[in-house]
């Protein structure tokens, strides 16, 4: 397997979490968002839609990181990253989901590009923009948690692609300085997640394009 990816990309490095969880051996190829690098013709013709992360397993290409762990979890199902019950996938991809179609899309580096690029934002807009939507989506993930059993994780006692998607998450608010106070539940996860070597070996400075 071949993974596009940045090492500073919240999905990307959901999807390095995964593949580490399962155990899976994968070619790292870093493509640099930040110098445009996703934009070029050559990345093109592996990304139709220009973004990271993309995963090639057997010439073929995979795109979204939601859809790339589902896709691992059905050919790779040991450990599972989701529950077997249909109540607990419902409840697991609703948290998966809260990140990755609620906050994440909304403070990228695309977003926070047009701020301040196009919109001519100050840094310190910029930086208060993320911060309040960020602050925001975590309570609502704060309150879904805690409508949840009580859980290690996001949602039981093993790690899920809710976990995938919410440390990344964490790590890109404290580059912003977002307060995490008053979020026992989401950053209790956090913490058990840290424990593991998976989450360790995934984060952005254990990558070979960290800068």
Request: with cysteine; proline share 7%; glycine share 4%.
């Amino acid at each position: 397997m071949k993974l596009y990816n940045y090492f500073r990309s919240s999905a990307s490095f959901r999807v390095r979490i995964a593949l580490h969880l399962k155990g899976l051996p994968y070619e790292y190829i870093p493509i640099h968002i930040a110098k445009g690098e996703h934009k070029l013709p050559s990345y093109s013709a592996v990304a139709a839609d220009n973004l990271v992360p993309n995963l090639v397993v057997d010439g073929e290409h995979l795109s979204q990181s939601l859809a790339i762990m589902e896709y691992l979890d059905e050919t790779h199902p040991t450990p599972a990253l989701l529950p077997k019950d249909a109540l607990g996938r419902a409840r697991v991809r609703a948290l998966a989901q809260s990140i990755a179609c609620e906050i994440h899309p909304i403070n990228n580096l695309r977003v926070l590009k047009y701020l301040s690029d196009t919109l001519a934002l100050s840094e310190d807009q910029k930086n208060t923009w993320y911060r309040h939507w960020v602050r925001e989506g975590l309570e609502a993930f704060e309150r879904q948690l805690a409508q949840g059993p009580k859980s290690t994780y996001c949602y039981g006692d093993t790690p899920s692609i809710a976990d995938c998607c919410l440390v990344p998450q964490i790590f890109n608010g404290k580059r912003f300085d977002v307060n995490f106070d008053g979020l026992p539940l989401t950053m209790g996860a956090f913490d058990a997640c840290m424990k593991l070597d998976a989450f360790q070996m995934a984060q952005p400075s254990a990558c070979p394009d960290a800068a």
